[in-house]
C-alpha cells in the first residue's frame, strides 16, 4: 500500500466520465417497430390486394399477439414464391416482435435490396442492428434513412450513438446536435453530447451540459458526480467540494458521491471533515466506510500525524469491523507502532493472527515489534515464518539479513539478499548486497 505520497483522491475524471455517461438510450425499439406498420402512401412499395387483405387483418395482431399474426403471415407466404417489398416489411416487424431477428434481418434486407428507398425499412434494420449492439452495421442504416429524408430526432440521435460506439466522434456530436435540434429535452442525446465534449477535453461545454441535466435531474447522482470530475480537471478543487457538499446538504448524495467528498477533504488536510463524511459511509456500505476509515488512518500515519489517526481510528470499533477486524486491528497495530508503543502493537498483532496465522505482513510487523523490544530470537522467528509465506517473503528476506549482518552472520545475510533480488530488483538493495559481500570476504 503506497501511503505518504500517492494521493488519496480516487478520480474518476475525464478518461471515465464521458464512458460513465455512456449509457444506451432508453427506448423501446419494439414500439417504434410496431409504430412502423401503417403505410406511407406514394412514398413506399405497395403490396398486392392478396397480401394487403392479409395485412389488414393482422395489423392490430402485431403488437399484441405476434406469434398468431406471424402463422398467418407465414402461411401466405407458403403460397407465393417472391412477397412484395411491402410485406417483407410487414414480415421483418413480426419476427422481430417475436425474438427471431435472423428472420427479420432478412426480410428486412429483401425489402431494401427490391426497393432501396424504402425509408423505413431501413431504419428498422438499424433499430434491430443497434438492439442487438451491431452498431458497426447499424450506422450505414440509419444514413441511409437520412439521405431519404428522415429528420426524426430518434434516428439522428441513434446514429448519434452508433457512430459514437464506433469511436467517430465528430460525426457523432453532428448526429447529436440535429437530434438535440428536433428533440431539446431528450436526456439520452444530452448524455450523449456530454460524453463527446468530456472525451474531446471541450470541457466548457459539456460543464453547460451537465449543469443543465443536473436542472432537469437532480436526483441523479450521475451527473453531479460528472460534473465534480469536470471541475476537477480544470483544478477547480474548492469548486468541486462545494458542489458535492450542495448535493450531500439536498440528500442526493450516494455512497459514490460521499466518498468522492470525503477524498476531497482527505486531499486538502480537512481531517475533521473526511473523518465525518467516512463515518457516514458506514451506514449505507459498511465495507466501503471501515475500508475508507482505515486507509485514511494509514495515510495519517504515514505521514505523522499520529494524533489524527488516532482520532479517525476512533470511529471504528472492534465489534463493528468485518472480516473479524484484521484490517481495525492492523491498522491499530501500525498506529501504535508509530506511537513506540510496542508492547500495545505486539498484543494487537498476536490477537490479529489467532484470526489470521498466515498473515505474512501481520508476521512481519510482529518480528518488527519484537526487534524494538531487543528480543531478537522472537524477531527472528516471526520474520523467518513471515519468509515462508511468498507474499511477505521479500520484506521478511531484508528483515532476516539485517538481524544475521547485526551478528556478522555475512554470508547468511548474503543469501537473504539475494532471496530479496530475485523477487525484486532495485539499485539500493543491489548495493547493500556489494557492502555485505565485501564484509563476507574479509570475514572469511
Known sequence: MKLPKAPILALLLVACAGSALAEQPKL????????????????????????????QKVVTMLSTNPDFALK?????????????????????????AAGMNDKSEANYRGAVAAYPSFLRAW??????????????DAVPCFSKAVVLGDRDATTFGLLGFCLQKQGDLVSAEMAYMQALSGDPSNVDWKEGLLGICIDGKQL?????????????????????????????????????TVLLETAAGTGVANVEVLTTLGDLYAEQNLVPEAADIYRKVLTPSPEIGEKKLLHYTEVLIAAGRLGDA??????????????GGVELRRTRADLLAAQGKW?????E????????????????????????????????????????????????SLELANIEIKN??????????????????????????????????KDG
Open 123 to 136: 431504419v428498422n434494420l438499424g433499430i434491430l442492428y443497434y438492439s442487438t449492439g451491431r452498431f458497426a
Open 204 to 240: 466548457t461545454r459539456a460543464e453547460s451540459l451537465v449543469k443543465n441535466l443536473i436542472k432537469e435531474r437532480p436526483n441523479d447522482t450521475r451527473y453531479w458526480l460528472t460534473y465534480a470530475n469536470i471541475l476537477l480537471s480544470e483544478g477547480r478543487k474548492l469548486d468541486a
Open 310 to 323: 488516532e482520532r479517525v481510528l476512533g470511529y471504528l470499533r472492534q465489534e463493528d469491523a468485518s472480516q
Open 28 to 55: 423501446d425499439p419494439k414500439r417504434i417497430i410496431n409504430e412502423s406498420n401503417s403505410f406511407l402512401k406514394e412514398r413506399e412499395p405497395e403490396m398486392t390486394e392478396e397480401e394487403y387483405a392479409l395485412y
Open 349 to 396: 498483532i498476536e490477537e490479529l493472527l489467532r484470526a489470521a496465522p498466515m498473515d505474512g505482513r501481520a508476521l512481519v510487523s510482529l518480528g518488527r515489534a519484537y526487534n524494538a523490544e531487543d528480543d531478537v530470537p522472537r524477531a527472528t522467528l516471526a520474520f523467518e515464518a513471515a519468509y515462508r509465506i511468498p507474499a511477505s517473503t521479500y520484506v521478511a
Open 408 to 441: 556478522r552472520h555475512y554470508a547468511k545475510s548474503v543469501e537473504y539478499l539475494q532471496k530479496a533480488l530475485s523477487i525484486e530488483k532495485t539499485d539500493a538493495v543491489q548495493d547493500f548486497l556489494v557492502r555485505v559481500k565485501t564484509l563476507s570476504a
Open 343 to 347: 508492547p500495545e502493537a505486539r498484543r
Open 72 to 96: 398467418l403471415l407465414e402461411a401466405m407466404m407458403s403460397d407465393k414464391e417472391q412477397p412484395s417489398p411491402a410485406f417483407r416489411f410487414i414480415l421483418g416487424n413480426a419476427y422481430y
